[in-house]
Structures are given as structure tokens and as C-alpha cells.
């Protein structure tokens, strides 16, 4: 173990543990805390020996959500975007979409579709997108605009919406399960894409948690229906309060439910 090293008590050895994140790194740390002669230096390295495999899973997790994006930019593309839509199924607020393009190497450990992660990792996910993508596009339509041209359009207009409002424009995109009307640039529809295509499954946590926020406002609007709380979708809270509170403005008519 280094002079250095050997001075630091048990719990400075673990705070500098805790941050490292990268596998090599940890494997460094590791065969120093193995030359230290306290039971609990080696009981750490053992610690970090199990964080860098788990983090070399990681890694090749997430290489082979990029593979679809890595054999575009092999054929020539320059600027792939993933794009997905969120909140379909809710019966108030809008349908959200985004569109992200990100960088050949993205550095998003947990990424994945937004449905399987928690609140906390959507959100630490969606600044990370946020931080490392190279544009981003945000495409939003109204529960009234729902109600008008029936959900599966809503849905593929917000996409549409999204790529638009990309800073520059993408020259493919890969979409989850659709392909949207109206565009000229090169689709490659994904069923699953949200799990299966890193820049779909960015695309599904960065709307996601832009919608999420547009249901928190709403929530501030029309506190009888708790909109923080589920968002919008048919929890048995949500149906007690529209028999109790009656339909919002926000709500989507032409959903049975609230009809």
C-alpha cells in the first residue's frame, strides 16, 4: 500500500471508494487496499473489486444500446437521433415527445427506458442527457389537440413536433415502434427502441421528465386531482376524484373513462 494510503483511517479509505467511478480505477484502489494489513482495507478492496465488475456489465450494456447508432455513424451519419413520446395512455395533460442526439461515447451508466427507473434516476438521467447530448428537441400536444386528432396522432405529432425543434437537423432517426409522418429524413422504427437504443431511451427520460413537470403545474392548477401524484394516468384516486370534482379543463374528453 502507498505511504499515502497507508496513513488515511478506514473511513477515508471507504469516502475515497465511494469516489471512484471507473472500473480501472477501482482496481487500482483495490490492489493497494490489498497490501494494507487491516481486516477492513481488504474486506474494501473486495468492496471495489464488485463495483468495477458491475460497472464492466455496465459498460457493455449500454455499448450495445449504442450498436444501432454506432452502424449509422459507419454508414455515414453524422447526427442520429432518438426519438420517443410519452403519455399516451394518461387521460389529462398533454402527449410530451423529445428527440436527442448524443455523442459517440456517451457517458450515462443506468440509462434505460424511462418506464424501468425510478423517479431519482430519471431525473439524475434526463440532467446528464441534458449535459452531454449533442441537441435536443421537445415536442408538446394539448389534451384539446388529443381530443381533436385521437392519441396515436397526438403521439406521432409530438414526435414530428420534437425532431423540428431540433437546433439543427438530424439526418436519421431512430424511433420507438413508429414511423413518423410528414418527414423527409431517414427512419429506423424500433419496436422496443426505448430499451433497446440509447438515444431512444434519452429521448423517453427527458420527456418524461419534462412531462412530469408540466403534470406538477397543472397539479398547482387544479388541486382536486392529483396530478403530482400519478400524473394523469387512471389510478382508482384519479377516477374517485373526477366522479367527486367532476372533468377539468386539462382532462382528455374523448377518453371513456372521463366521458
Known amino acids: 500500500m502507498s505511504f499515502a494510503t497507508a496513513k488515511l483511517s478506514l473511513a477515508q479509505l471507504r469516502h475515497r471508494a465511494a469516489t471512484l467511478q471507473s472500473a480501472p480505477a477501482l482496481r487500482r484502489f483495490a490492489l493497494e487496499l490489498e497490501r494494507d494489513g487491516r481486516a477492513g482495507a481488504r ?47 394518461s387521460w389529462a395533460g398533454p ?8 455523442p459517440e461515447r456517451p457517458q450515462l451508466p443506468g440509462l434505460d427506458d424511462s418506464k424501468k427507473l425510478s423517479r431519482r434516476a430519471r431525473e439524475r438521467l434526463s440532467s446528464a442527457v441534458r449535459e452531454q447530448a449533442l441537441a435536443i428537441g421537445l415536442g408538446v400536444v394539448s ?5 381533436r386528432l385521437n392519441v396515436r396522432r397526438a403521439g406521432l405529432e409530438a414526435m414530428r413536433r420534437a ?66 401524484a400519478h400524473k394523469g394516468y387512471g389510478t382508482s384516486a384519479h377516477r374517485r376524484a373526477l366522479l367527486c370534482a367532476g372533468v377539468s379543463p386539462v382532462h382528455r374528453r374523448s377518453f371513456a373513462p372521463v366521458a
Open 95 to 102: 402527449v410530451v415527445a423529445a428527440a436527442v442526439v448524443l
Open 43 to 89: 474486506f474494501l478492496a473486495q468492496r471495489c473489486k464488485r463495483r468495477a465488475l458491475h460497472l464492466d456489465a455496465e459498460q457493455r450494456r449500454l455499448d450495445q444500446l449504442l450498436q444501432h447508432q454506432r452502424a449509422l455513424h459507419a454508414a455515414g451519419a453524422r447526427r442520429v437521433a432518438g426519438v420517443d413520446e410519452v403519455g399516451v395512455g
Open 143 to 147: 389534451c384539446d389537440d388529443v381530443d
Open 163 to 228: 425532431v423540428g425543434a431540433l437546433p439543427e437537423p438530424a439526418d436519421h432517426l431512430l424511433v420507438d415502434a413508429h414511423t413518423i409522418p410528414g418527414l423527409s429524413t431517414p427512419q429506423t422504427p424500433l419496436i422496443g427502441g426505448d430499451g433497446r437504443a440509447a438515444a431512444i431511451a434519452a429521448a423517453s427520460v427527458v420527456a418524461k421528465v419534462h412531462r412530469d413537470a408540466i403534470m406538477c403545474r397543472l397539479d398547482a392548477l387544479h388541486p382536486d386531482y392529483g396530478f403530482a
